[in-house]
C-alpha cells in the first residue's frame, strides 16, 4: 500500500539555523500539507498546497516558514531561522482530489529539535 | 473557529473491557469526521471516517464510532480492548466546504493483559 515518507526522522538544530523537513507524497495525490505536534499538545494545522501553491494556511505560519515542491515527488517544509518553540513533531499528509471524504494520508513525521 | 475536544486524555483498561472515546466538535455545517490512531512509534493511520450515509460506521480493528448530529458528537467504541489497542488516538473534524483537519488533543489508551 503506498504510503507517505517524511526524512529525516529525526533532526536536531542550533536556534538561529534553518532546517528543511522533506515529504514524499502518495504518487498520485495532488493535495499537500504540514502539520505539527508540540509534545504534549495536539496536532495543529500549518499550510495546505495545491496546484503549485498555498491553498490555506494557519496563523502559525508566519514568514519563516515556507513551503516548496521542488520537482515532482518531494514537498518540503523549510523553517528560516529557527526558534526554540518550534521544537515539535512534523507530520506531512497528502490527499487524492478525488476522495469524497477528504481523507488525509499522514507520514510518520520528523522530530524537530531546536537547542 | 472549528474547535475539537476529547475529554478523556488517559484512560487504563484491562483487556477485554469496553471502550469509549468521547469527541466533540464545533461547527454548524457539513462536517468529515475522523478518528485517527498513532501507535508507538509509528505514523498516525485512519480507524474509521464519517462523511454521509449511516451515522454508525464501523472500522478497522473491531473499532465503531457514532455520529450524532444533535450532539455534535463522533465517540469512538470499541466492544473489547486488547493490548496491541495502546495507542494515541485522535478525532479529526473537516468542514465539507474546508482544506484543514481540526485535531481533537488526543486520548492516550494503555490496555494493561
Known amino acids: 500500500e503506498p504510503e507517505v515518507t517524511q526524512t529525516p526522522s529525526h533532526q536536531v538544530t542550533q536556534m538561529g539555523q534553518e532546517v528543511i523537513l522533506r515529504c514524499v507524497p502518495i504518487s498520485n495525490h495532488l493535495y499537500f500539507y504540514w502539520y505539527r505536534q508540540i509534545l504534549g499538545q495536539k496536532v495543529e494545522f500549518l499550510v495546505s498546497?495545491?496546484?503549485?501553491?498555498?491553498?490555506?494556511k494557519s496563523e502559525i505560519f508566519d514568514d519563516q516558514f515556507s513551503v516548496e515542491r521542488p520537482d515532482g515527488s518531494n514537498f518540503t517544509l523549510k523553517i528560516r531561522s529557527t526558534k526554540l518553540e518550534d521544537s515539535a513533531m512534523y507530520f506531512c499528509?497528502?490527499?487524492?482530489?478525488?476522495?469524497?471524504?477528504?481523507?488525509?494520508?499522514f507520514g510518520p513525521g520528523t522530530r524537530l529539535t531546536v537547542t | 473557529a472549528q474547535s475539537v475536544s476529547q475529554h478523556n486524555h488517559h484512560v487504563i483498561l484491562s483487556e477485554a473491557a469496553s471502550l469509549e472515546l468521547g469527541c466533540n466538535y464545533s461547527y454548524g455545517g457539513t462536517v468529515n469526521l475522523f478518528w485517527y490512531v498513532q501507535y508507538p512509534g509509528q505514523h498516525l493511520q485512519l480507524l474509521l471516517k464519517?462523511?454521509?450515509?449511516?451515522?454508525l460506521v464501523k472500522g478497522i480493528k473491531g473499532f465503531e464510532a457514532e455520529f450524532i448530529k444533535s450532539k455534535f458528537s463522533f465517540n469512538l467504541r470499541k466492544p473489547s480492548v486488547q493490548w496491541s489497542d495502546t495507542a494515541e488516538y485522535f478525532c479529526?473534524?473537516?468542514?465539507?466546504?474546508?482544506?484543514?483537519?481540526?485535531f481533537g488533543t488526543g486520548t492516550s489508551l494503555t490496555v494493561i493483559p
Open positions: 498546497f495545491y496546484n503549485n501553491e498555498i491553498s490555506e
Open positions: 499528509a497528502s490527499r487524492d482530489v478525488g476522495t469524497p471524504s477528504y481523507e488525509q494520508y
Open positions: 479529526a473534524v473537516n468542514a465539507d466546504t474546508g482544506n484543514q483537519f481540526y
Open positions: 464519517y462523511f454521509s450515509g449511516d451515522p
